[in-house]
């Protein structure tokens, strides 16, 4: 039996046309903080929800790629009834400080069928999927984060954000050796987002041992990598595996001849 406070109260606009009047309901809330919800004209059931920029809000019902890329029961009812069978209400506008203390004093009020969760602004009992999640922020923010920002976003809410010079120092310290000047410099250099060139970086890569010229005997062309490991990559092959051409000398694939920076 429906809540029969629903009928007691005051709304301060009411679109009856939600499909028709979506335009005027996304330009005279622009801006706006309050407290609305939504009435199925078929089986009463309702949905109180509240927000500080309720335009932006409200356009997300009228995302059908937002409105069935969640779990919401609100959007699921919108999806399988259409705007003509809801009634849209703005119950109160308010203070953006105060639009979740008023929409808990309407859920508490109207114990409203829809709303899966009944502590307002809480995302408690709820779970999105992780595909879900990924879009819903696309949706929000039009953009995808990429892998590089997330490691900085994580590395950021834990609370340490370690310098290349730091991280490697801490690596070296586990076991037991130094960093050379030189080295302290270059990862300075890369930390300034400075970057050497060829020449440097075979320099750099070579006093290591590690520099790899690659010759293809049938072309004349000479490749260079700063690492075994970019020429593994390169070649789509294991480290292991360069390693041993350069110690026997053979040739991989019949046309390179692979060997270190002399």
Known sequence: ??????NE??????????????????????????????????NGKEYVGSSVNLRRR?????SHKYLSSNKFIISKALLKYGYAGFRL????????????????????????????????GSMLGFKHSESTRERLSNLYTGRKISEQVREKMSES????VHTLEAKAKMRISKIGLKLSE?????????????KHDESTKLKISGS?????????IKTGEIQNFVSMREASRHFNISDHTIARYIKLGTIYKDKYKISKLA
Not at 1 to 6: A, C, G, H, L
Not at 157 to 160: D, F, T
Request: hydrophobic fraction near 40%; charged fraction near 25%; aromatic fraction near 8%.
């Open 89 to 120: 209400e703005i119950i109160e506008y308010c203070l953006p400080q105060n639009v979740i203390q008023r929409e808990q004093y309407y859920i508490n009020l109207l114990k409203p069928e829809y709303n899966i969760l009944k502590v307002a």
């Open 157 to 160: 809410q834990k609370g340490r």
């Open 58 to 62: 409200l356009s997300t019902y009228f």
């Open 208 to 216: 290591k041992g590690t520099a790899i010229i690659v010759h293809n």
């Open 182 to 194: 030189k080295h302290k410099a270059n990862l300075r250099a890369a930390a300034l987002g400075k």
């Open 1 to 6: 039996m429906k809540n029969s406070n629903s």
């Open 9 to 42: 109260i005051v709304t301060v606009v009411t679109y009856d046309d939600v499909g028709a009047q979506m335009k005027a309901i996304l330009k005279e809330n622009r801006g706006k903080a309050a407290v609305y919800r939504w009435i199925n004209k078929v």
